[in-house]
């Protein structure tokens, strides 16, 4: 049959259980309208055989799709070849994880029909993708102590996942499961006293530590911190992570470490690291407006041009969650954020962190 739209899966579908007792399926559609004339998408559906695991329609559809190159502003409307990627979280409980291939089926109105091939309303099937049998390594936590706060992690429309760069003449998505981790304070602040100063971060200076023992694929530092309350501009592309370090854990797999504090990274390229190593500071280099850490996985060694994968913290207590870009917006201005009242603080081992977790971690000791 004649198609109006496109489509391909962007990334690998690795089941992946999370700090809500829940797994995620985690991946992106990459869809171009092939017509000349307005595509709209009425509806999404993600199914594996009869079973149905997501529809999408009206403007919780439209909350996850955006137009390549416009990935502020919500649609569902697709123009005249031009592309749309529609983010999708599949949630389903540990034991009912699908096998095999999941397939597409999108509603569409269609503004210019073709008589006899493309009708007005049609239904489609797009982009089948296959479920995985890899599972996310567990790693160990890459800081110490609490009040750890995941900012722009997964799984909603956070700045990481929605990150689809055009690197190398090629799409990726490095941050789908990406991490900023920002400090509160037992005052249930990020700073105190001038935000313009990297030592009003109480954390700025904390240890980071390798996650995994790993091979040291390449490290960067020598670049200045940026002033905290306001984003760089003018960055060069080979700058926007700061000071980094790229550790090779091995099958492919690849640890990122960014936005680190000038003159602390203590290893080098080729060098072997046991996990719970220390190898760096927190800091404010690169593209960041804030003192954290910046942490992912990947399928390769560079940050910008590779498929971002999932990962699992080996132990945590989780201690609260955020009340969603309120709380950090509050954070980012100075101010005290509110606890979540009732909530149930608990320990967890192998899952990974949601966005707005707020966790304690403990780092083991480094073998002798």
């Not at 996310?136 to 760069?165: E, F, K, Q, Y």
């Not at 304070?185 to 996650?211: I, M, N, Q, T, W």
């Not at 854990?249 to 203590?266: E, I, M, Q, R, T």
Request: hydrophobic residues 40%; proline residues 8%; negative net charge.
């Amino acid at each position: 049959m004649a198609t109006p739209l496109i489509g391909e899966a962007l990334g690998r579908i690795v089941p992946t259980p999370a700090s809500d007792g829940r797994t995620h399926l985690v991946y992106e559609l990459k869809l171009t309208n092939a017509l000349g004339g307005d595509v709209t998408i009425d509806a999404l559906r993600a199914q594996a055989g009869d079973r149905q695991l997501l529809e999408l329609s009206g403007n919780n559809l439209k909350f996850w799709t955006r137009l390549l190159g416009d990935g502020a502003k919500p649609t569902n409307v697709i123009g005249p070849a031009q592309t749309a990627i529609v983010w999708l979280d599949i949630v389903v409980d540990g034991d009912a994880i699908p096998e095999g291939e999941i397939t597409h089926t999108v509603d569409l109105t269609v503004a210019k029909p073709i008589p006899g091939l493309v009708e007005a309303k049609t239904s489609q099937t797009v982009a089948p993708v296959t479920v995985s049998d890899k599972r996310p390594r567990v790693i160990a936590p890459p800081l110490t102590g609490d009040g750890w706060a995941d900012g722009d992690g997964c799984c909603g429309m956070s700045a990481h996942r929605t990150a689809v760069n055009p690197t190398n003449a090629q799409l990726w998505v490095p941050e789908r499961f990406a991490i900023d981790y920002v400090r509160i304070g037992p005052d249930s602040k990020l700073f105190v006293g001038d935000k313009s100063k990297v030592e009003s971060y109480r954390y700025y200076g904390d240890p980071v530590y390798a996650v995994a023992d790993a091979t040291v694929a390449w490290t960067r530092d020598d670049l200045p911190d940026q002033t905290p309350g306001k984003s760089p501009v003018g960055l060069p592309l080979d700058e926007y992570g700061g000071n980094l370090v790229v550790l090779d854990l091995g099958d492919g797999d690849y640890a990122f470490y960014a936005h680190l504090k000038p003159g602390s990274v203590s290893v080098q390229a080729g060098d072997k690291v046991s996990v719970g190593q220390q190898l760096a500071e927190v800091g404010n280099s690169g593209n960041t407006d804030a003192p954290h850490l910046h942490f992912h996985m990947m399928a390769g060694p560079d940050p910008l041009a590779s498929d971002g994968l999932p990962f699992l913290i080996n132990s945590m207590r989780l201690t609260q969650r955020l009340d969603g870009e309120a709380d950090l917006d509050r954070l980012l201005a100075g101010q005290s954020v509110r606890q979540q009242p009732g909530f149930a603080a608990r320990d967890l081992n192998d899952v990974s962190p949601l966005q707005f977790d707020v966790m304690t971690y403990t780092v083991a000791e480094p073998a002798e």
